[in-house]
T-cell receptor, first 113, second 113 residues
Framework: EAGVAQSPRYKIIEKRQSVAFWCNPISGHATLYWYQQILGQGPKLLIQFQNNGVVDDSQLPKDRFSAERLKGVDSTLKIQPAKLEDSAVYLCASSLRGDQPQHFGDGTRLSIL | GENVEQHPSTLSVQEGDSAVIKCTYS??????FPWYKQELGKRPQLIID?????GEKKDQRIAVTLNKTAKHFSLHITETQPEDSAVYFC????????????FGTGTRLLVSP
């Protein structure tokens, strides 16, 4: 089975610019997650979708971060405006259902100059 | 909320030795504990998981043990090989409905030939 696909793999922007990441989950997976992984740390959950609805966005900095999963399949995560502390790898994961194991994509490495 | 501590942060072993990584969690309601392996620049990969109704689970050279009373769980790798070198993350969550994984800070395992 094809894994979780993410793009781009790398992105370099200047602070205060905007950026968007894309995720295509494993086919049939209803639950989708976005994580932020800062260098040397474990992934931190930003937002969780069940189909096209948000289950948990309690750790999403909503003043600058937004995410959507309009048709219950692909998802985009946006940052506007970016800050230096947003430099991290942004990982997308999916699972068949909310109580099933999560499978991760390769991530997007974001560098803010 | 849940807090997961992981030790050691780095672990160096000789090929063929055993390696043990330990994690403690704070929320007694947590009942699902996965372990992920992340090679440099790659996606986290689920290598084994355990649910709170089981005390131990084994898969070839990898085993996980869980002590619910003490709220800690451990990853055991026997007969280590150079390809086991990676960062290992433990995580904990309740697993009724939707997972909200809280990750440990990671253990960098180096297996020397």
């Amino acid at each position: 089975e094809a894994g979780v696909a993410q793009s781009p793999r790398y992105k370099i922007i200047e602070k205060r610019q905007s950026v968007a990441f894309w995720c295509n989950p494993i086919s049939g997976h209803a639950t989708l997650y976005w994580y932020q992984q800062i260098l040397g740390q474990g992934p931190k959950l930003l937002i969780q979708f069940q189909n096209n609805g948000v289950v948990d966005d309690s750790q999403l900095p909503k003043d600058r971060f937004s995410a959507e999963r309009l048709k219950g399949v692909d998802s985009t995560l946006k940052i506007q405006p970016a800050k230096l502390e947003d430099s991290a790898v942004y990982l997308c994961a999916s699972s068949l259902r909310g109580d099933q194991p999560q499978h991760f994509g390769d991530g997007t490495r974001l560098s803010i100059l | 909320g849940e807090n997961v501590e992981q030790h050691p942060s780095t672990l160096s072993v000789q090929e063929g030795d055993s390696a043990v990584i330990k994690c403690t969690y704070s929320d007694s309601a947590s009942n699902y504990f996965p372990w992920y392996k992340q090679e440099l620049g790659k996606r986290p990969q689920l290598i084994i998981d355990i649910r709170s109704n089981v005390g131990e689970k084994k898969d070839q050279r990898i085993a996980v043990t869980l002590n619910k009373t003490a709220k800690h769980f451990s990853l055991h790798i026997t007969e280590t090989q150079p390809e086991d070198s990676a960062v290992y993350f433990c995580a904990a969550t309740t697993n009724t409905g939707f997972q909200k994984l809280v990750f440990g800070t990671g253990t960098r395992l180096l297996v020397s030939p």
